[in-house]
Every structure is written in C-alpha cells, then in structure tokens.
Nanobody, 129 residues
Framework: QLQLMESGGGLVQPGGSQRLTCAAS????????VGWFRQTPGKEREGLSC????????ITAAAVKGRFTTSRNTANNTVFLEMKSLRPEDTAVYYC??????????????????????WGQGTQVTVSS
C-alpha cells in the first residue's frame, strides 16, 4: 500500500529557500499525479502545485507561482517542492498527496485536492528571523 512521507521542513529566514521531499514507499509514485498543499491552524488547506504522473506537466497556484516549483525523481520515487523567496506567511504544515489516476494534465481540481487518495503526515515549515 502506498505510503507518503514529507521531509525537509524546518526554520528558514525570510527570503531564504527550502526544498521539501515527498518520498513514497509501497508503490511506484510515478503512477500518480502528486500535489503539494499547506495548512495553518484555523485555515483551509491550500493547494500549491501538482505534477503529472509523467512529470511532464505541472500546475502552480497563483499565490506561489514564480517562487515554488515542483519536480519529480522517478528513479528515487520522490517528488520535490522547491521554495524560494520565502515569506513569514509561508509558515505552515506542508503536505504531499496523490490523486487517483484520472487526468494526464493537472488541473484546478488537483489543486483543490478533490480526488486525492493518500496523504503524508506533513512537515512544518517556519519562516522567521
């Protein structure tokens, strides 16, 4: 059974960069589109980006476009979220998840997490000086 684990969170200064990793076990991650989301207490989950199963297509939320990039390493069964120019408001718990196979090109439903089947436990990112 597919299991996901995020890593790479921690404390980073404003303006800094961080790379998060979503590692899969129990199944091939390249069978699924993968999405990155974040959540802060009292707020709804926010979709950040999705990458297709092939890795050839991505969709990124307007709020983080130009600062956040997602990619995948099929050989290592991992997906990454590269974050730069981090701001205090980026502080959140970051999650990765997999979408049930449906669309070859990630779309807005992916960013909503509408058809997601599995989630990791999350990793905390704190942006503070």
């Amino acid at each position: 059974q597919l299991q996901l684990m995020e890593s790479g969170g921690g404390l980073v200064q404003p303006g800094g960069s961080q790379r998060l990793t979503c590692a899969a076990s129990g199944s091939r991650l390249d069978l699924y589109a993968v999405g990155w989301f974040r959540q802060t207490p009292g707020k709804e989950r926010e979709g950040l980006s999705c990458i297709s199963a092939s890795g050839g297509a991505t969709i990124t939320a307007a709020a983080v476009k130009g600062r956040f990039t997602t990619s995948r390493n099929t050989a290592n069964n991992t997906v990454f979220l590269e974050m730069k120019s981090l701001r205090p408001e980026d502080t959140a718990v970051y999650y990765c998840g997999v979408e049930r196979p449906r669309a070859q090109i990630p779309d807005s439903d992916c960013l909503r997490g509408k058809f997601f089947e599995r989630w990791g436990q999350g990793t905390q990112v704190t942006v503070s000086s």
